[in-house]
């Protein structure tokens, strides 16, 4: 199992940027990529960007520019950095992680219990 623990939430200005971090602990085979969602219509998930362990990056059409996911494979942890907020982004953040307890077990989602991310002037 993975733990994630989500880190940089909080109320910033229009205009203004956050940076989230997402530390993923626990013994696992290997953790193949992590990402970002926050809520949709339908009590869905959508994504706000995913990165692979061999750096493959993929972002919602509308974020990008804005928004860049990095990760440092050393700390297990991943980050997004997020520029130029607007009202619209105002939503709870969550980590995924998609794991494998060993080398040939199915994929396993992980999910952080999410942090808060407020743009209000």
Known sequence: QVQLVESGGGLVQPGGSLRLSCAASGTVFSINAMGWYRPAPGNQREL??????????NYADSLKGRFTISRDNSKNTVYLQMNNLNAE???????????????????????????????SS
């Open 48 to 57: 706000v960007a995913t990165i692979t362990n061999g750096i493959s990056t």
């Open 89 to 119: 982004d105002t939503a709870v953040y969550y980590c995924n992680a998609v794991y494998k307890r060993r080398a040939s077990g199915v994929s396993l989602n992980s999910w952080g219990q999410g942090t808060q991310v407020t743009i």
